[in-house]
């Protein structure tokens, strides 16, 4: 079976629209679904591409390059906490 697993956000952001936050959470999911990620990595990348979202106006415009998603989930693995 399976089982709800908490996934720490990376970073907490003020949120100024929520328009696209969905859509790029489901974003960084696929994209590591396609990668082969554990599910875990999958929801954290979803996370930070959601988090650009929020923390900006608009629908993609504040979405991260992938280069950007990959430093900050790296920064975030090493960061203990």
């Given at each position: ?40 990595a999958c929801a954290g990348a979803g996370n930070v591409i959601a988090a650009a ?29």
């Amino acid at each position: 079976g399976s089982a709800l697993v908490p996934v720490q956000v990376p970073r907490v952001v003020r949120v100024f629209d929520e328009v696209g936050a969905g859509d790029g959470f489901a974003a960084g999911f696929a994209y590591g679904l396609l990668r082969s990620w554990r599910p875990r990595a999958c929801a954290g990348a979803g996370n930070v591409i959601a988090a650009a979202a929020l923390a900006g106006t608009g629908d993609w415009e504040t979405f991260p390059r992938l280069d950007e998603v990959r430093d900050e989930l790296e920064h975030a693995a090493a960061t203990p906490g």
